[in-house]
């Protein structure tokens, strides 16, 4: 596709980067009105962690991760004593930075919960709304899901995770008893149960980015396979540089998942994002347990049918974003499964793919100070699938100018100080 072939060329607003948070925006700005050219190195949702999330809308993971209790806490969730967080010791040197800011967030988890959880409460309601106008209700199923806890201490861990969810106004209630059933069948001793019933799940997540698209395309978007290089302030408009062309464009938001960071220190933005490394397996031939995400808290996996298998994913792993994927957490997380009954023949060869993570866990969603016309949403960690949807109607109120349906201060990028000259 070329410039001279769209007439509209000089009109369109830029977006870089087709994960779940691209398309949303692409489809919701194209809603409004607006001319979209969104722009990928990939096929829409491919590349990137929307391809292979465990399609979870997360409504009732309003905290931020990084707390105090955490702090203190922190080595039983290290893979070294079972945990799911792997931080190989020769990129230690390299992440302290983005330690240190997670250990500042830490005291900050308070301030910085009703920020987060203005962003994910709606998350469910907001992405029902979008599927049904891009008409493909099915992809959403709102049954909540359900968090197992086995082991001797299961009782007690689900009555203290019920204190904390009602404290945060998220509610539970107890697992129905043929579930905890069906997983003692497999895990013998206690196991104890809650379902979060206002949580839901996604039947294949790359599919959900795929419908944005579609819909933004009809309705006037238009999508194109290539590599941004670079953006450049261009007075009040963005030039947008790619490996085939320069294109001058009205203005352009940056979606590009870890690797929006380089885009954006030109414009003065410091987006300190980190790749936290999750894995999953597919298993075609095992039924669900039931027609919602099963949590394994005491496992840390989570197990959500999908269309035509079963979706399983595990770790956090601070490894290089591109690293080859580590083959014995796959087998670990193949053995873990195995345990509790899912198979398939043949085994699923496993996929990695990395979360884009700020270190305080908000996002950043703005606009960079200055005239030049050049937006942010990033940085959506654990939660980019449940944030799509309220983070696209918050980039459209920005672009429009109009007030934002919640406070867009807290997911300033600024907050990380200036970017450093190249
Ligand atoms: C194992 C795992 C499980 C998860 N489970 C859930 C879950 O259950 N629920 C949930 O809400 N979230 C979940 N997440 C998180 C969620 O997947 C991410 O937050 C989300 O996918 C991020 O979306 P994105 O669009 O910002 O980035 P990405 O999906 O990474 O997309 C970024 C896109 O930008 C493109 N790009 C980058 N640079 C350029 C460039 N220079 N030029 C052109 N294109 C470029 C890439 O090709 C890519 O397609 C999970 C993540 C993982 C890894």
């Not at 490996?243 to 410091?270: K, T």
């Amino acid at each position: 596709m070329s410039s001279q072939a769209d007439p509209h060329a000089r009109e369109r607003i830029a977006i870089i980067g087709a994960g779940i948070v691209g398309s949303a925006i692409a489809w919701r700005l194209t809603r409004e009105g607006h001319r979209v050219l969104l722009l990928d190195r990939a096929e829409p949702a491919l590349a990137g962690a929307s391809f292979g999330n465990a399609g979870h809308i997360a409504c009732e993971q309003l905290e931020p991760l990084p707390s105090v209790r955490l702090l203190m806490t922190f080595w039983r969730e290290l893979s070294a004593f079972g945990g799911p967080v792997h931080i190989p010791l020769r990129r230690i040197a390299a992440l302290a930075p983005w330690m240190a800011r997670f250990a500042a967030a830490a005291l900050h988890q308070r301030r910085n919960t009703p920020a987060l959880a203005a962003l994910v409460r709606p998350a469910a309601d907001s992405l029902e709304r979008a599927l049904r106008e891009v008409g493909h209700p099915e992809l959403l199923v709102r049954h909540g899901h359900y968090a197992l806890w086995c082991g001797p201490r299961a009782l007690e861990q689900a009555a203290r995770t019920a204190h904390a969810a009602r404290a945060l106004q998220v509610r539970t209630e107890a697992a129905p008893e043929t579930l905890t059933r069906a997983i003692g069948a497999h895990a013998p001793g206690t196991v104890s149960g809650l379902w979060y019933p206002d949580s839901a799940h996604v039947i294949d997540p790359r599919s959900v980015a795929q419908a944005f698209v579609d819909a933004a395309v009809q309705a006037g978007a238009r999508f194109e396979q290539t590599e941004v290089r670079e953006l450049l302030p261009e007075a009040d408009r963005i030039t947008v540089c790619t490996e085939a062309r320069r294109l001058s464009v009205q203005a352009a938001v940056v979606c590009a998942g870890v690797q929006s960071g380089p885009l954006l220190r030109r414009f003065g933005l410091n987006a300190p994002l980190t790749a936290e490394r999750g894995y999953h397996l597919e298993f075609p031939d095992t039924p669900p347990l039931c027609d919602a995400p099963v949590v394994y808290m005491t496992h840390s996996i989570i197990v959500t049918p999908m269309r035509g298998r079963l979706r399983a994913t595990s770790y956090l792993e601070f490894e290089r974003h591109g690293a080859p994927p580590d083959a014995r957490k796959l087998r670990r997380l193949r053995r873990s499964l195995e345990r509790f009954g899912y198979r398939s023949a043949p085994p699923h060869p496993g996929w990695v793919g990395s979360r884009p993570t700020l270190p305080d866990y908000l996002p950043g969603i703005g606009r960079a100070p200055g005239p030049a016309p050049l937006y942010y949403a990033l940085g959506h960690q654990h939660l980019g699938l449940t944030l799509a949807a309220p983070t696209a109607e918050a980039m459209a109120a920005l672009l429009a100018q109009r007030r934002p349906p919640l406070d867009l201060g807290p997911f300033d990028l600024r907050r990380f100080g200036a970017a450093r000259p190249r």
